[in-house]
């Protein structure tokens, strides 16, 4: 098995600010081009599948470009369609949509969960870890219990002025959760690896959250 999934969000609403929103591009081209370097294989996937909205391209990339040459994104797979035997790991790319839908997406946590006890990775960037907040294993328990994670910090979001428009604050939600979250300085590099669980805190780490990912799969 050399297979990865990449998870975007299917949410393009920034809440009720009229502006629009998705997954980051960065978030999920630069680790597409990790992953694929290391001779891994890339399908998609969303809470519902179908459309997954762009934000954030920087047309001069030229990753984010070869990214969204390489897939169709009004046509990404929804969890039920997959089988989590067929994955070394799920990457959840982060993007404010991400806030929205990926907390209630339980087809999506289930095949995570899956692929982690199967003995898979489980990783996620930025805004990519509030699919974490209630991604719990068969035994009940939240998978970030007791488990050491970054993810986008509250100091984060109000410097991005985004506070009040979030459904919930990232770090705050993953502590109640039982996570140990780990702040570094706003729109720095932060990447934390518990055993087979990798987060980042933001676009910076996006990179580094996929080659830390790595030298955990078999």
């Known amino acids: 098995m050399t297979r990865i999934l990449i998870a975007l969000t299917n949410h393009s609403d920034l809440g009720d600010t009229g502006k629009k929103t998705?997954?980051?591009?960065?978030?999920?081209?630069?680790?597409?081009?990790?992953?694929?370097?290391?001779?891994f294989e890339i399908d998609l996937v969303?809470?519902?599948?179908?459309?997954?909205?762009?934000?954030?391209?920087?047309?001069?990339?030229?990753?984010?470009?070869?990214f969204l040459a390489a897939f169709d994104l009004d046509n990404t797979a929804k969890p039920s369609d997959l089988?989590?035997?067929?994955?070394?790991?799920?990457f959840y790319a982060g993007g404010h949509g991400t806030m929205w839908d990926f907390p209630a997406a339980a087809d999506l946590a289930g095949l995570?969960?899956?692929?982690?006890?199967?003995?898979?990775?489980v990783a996620a960037v930025c805004h990519?870890?509030?699919?974490?907040?209630?991604?719990?294993?068969s035994d009940g328990s939240y998978l970030v219990d007791g488990k050491n994670v970054a993810g986008f910090t509250n100091e984060e979001e109000?410097?991005?002025g985004l506070t009040e428009v979030v459904p919930f604050l990232l770090a705050d939600a993953l502590k109640s959760k039982g996570a140990k979250h780990h702040p570094a300085a706003n729109f720095t590099e932060q990447v934390v690896v518990d055993g087979r669980l990798v987060t980042g805190q933001n676009p910076q780490s996006a990179h580094r959250t996929a080659s830390a990912t790595l030298p955990l799969l078999k």
Do not use: C, H, M
């Open 158 to 160: 109000a410097a991005v």
């Open 128 to 137: 990519g870890p509030s699919a974490l907040v209630e991604l719990k294993l």
């Open 22 to 39: 998705g997954f980051y591009v960065s978030e999920a081209a630069e680790p597409w081009k990790v992953f694929t370097d290391a001779g």
């Open 112 to 121: 995570a969960a899956n692929i982690y006890e199967r003995g898979g990775v």
């Open 83 to 90: 089988k989590a035997d067929d994955y070394d790991a799920i």
């Open 46 to 66: 969303s809470p519902n599948g179908g459309k997954a909205p762009a934000d954030g391209l920087d047309e001069s990339d030229e990753i984010q470009q070869a």
